[in-house]
């Protein structure tokens, strides 16, 4: 079993819907939840970041974390075709100077004018 | 831009050869990760170095060596090339000092590396 699991999709909305992409994960350990996106031909880059369980909201996006159920959630509302990339979960295994990152395979969503 | 930077953009050599990708961290980054990216298995983590020294390894295979230098910047060797090594390659950057809280890593735009 992988540690972080991922939908891969593909997802395609119609502008304006709201958007959920979730994640499970196995090691109970996992600390620091984060979303990253990824625009086609483009690093990834931090969307937001969570720790332990809780809700998180920037904007139009919110992450959500039950770690009861060791479950990760992005929900996108008003979702625009800007946001349409390759949306990565994950998670943290470390602390002080050492932060593997342990990857979802990422789930691919595209956003329709 | 994440202030992050790769060379060479795309690499394309073929099986057996030795390649080299470079990784200039952020202004005052200490950590340096490296990642690999392919289509059947994700985003993987490959080997960490803070400050010169290596400090984590994950998935990265024998034939892969990495290294970071007095200045920061850091080297990814790749030998004995085998097409299966055909993906894109990310280094990430982040001040990486000590303390438990997260330090954000920043990725560069990555390496486009094809075996043939």
């Known amino acids: 079993q992988k540690e972080v699991e991922q939908d891969p999709g593909p997802l395609s909305v119609p502008e304006g819907a709201i958007v959920s992409l979730n994640c499970t994960y196995s090691?109970?350990?996992?600390?620091?939840f984060m979303w990253y996106r990824q625009y086609s031909r483009k690093g990834p880059e931090l969307l937001m970041y969570?720790?332990?369980?809780g809700n998180k909201e920037d904007g139009r996006f919110t992450a959500q974390v039950d770690k009861s159920s060791k479950y990760i959630s992005l929900f996108i509302r008003d979702s625009q075709p800007s946001d349409s990339a390759t949306y990565l979960c994950?998670?943290?295994?470390?602390?002080?100077?050492?932060?593997?990152?342990?990857f979802g395979k990422g789930t691919l969503l595209t956003v329709n004018p | 831009d994440s202030g992050v930077t790769q060379t060479p953009k795309h690499l394309i050599t073929a099986t057996g050869q030795r390649v080299t990708l470079r990784c200039s961290p952020r202004?005052?980054?200490?950590?340096v990760y490296w990642y690999q990216q392919s289509l059947d298995q994700g985003l993987q983590f490959l080997i960490q170095?803070?400050?010169?020294?290596?400090?984590a390894k994950g998935n990265i295979l024998e034939r892969f060596s990495a290294q970071q230098f007095p200045d920061l910047h850091s080297e990814l060797n790749l030998s004995s090339l085998e097409l299966g090594d055909s993906a894109l390659y990310f280094c990430a950057s982040s001040w990486g000092g000590s303390g438990s809280s997260y330090n954000e890593q920043f990725f560069g735009p990555g390496t486009r590396l094809t075996v043939l």
């Open positions: 202004s005052g980054d200490l950590s």
């Open positions: 969570t720790y332990s369980s």
């Open positions: 170095y803070y400050n010169g020294e290596e400090r």
């Open positions: 090691n109970s350990a996992f600390q620091y």
């Open positions: 994950a998670t943290i295994e470390g602390g002080g100077s050492n932060y593997k990152l342990t």
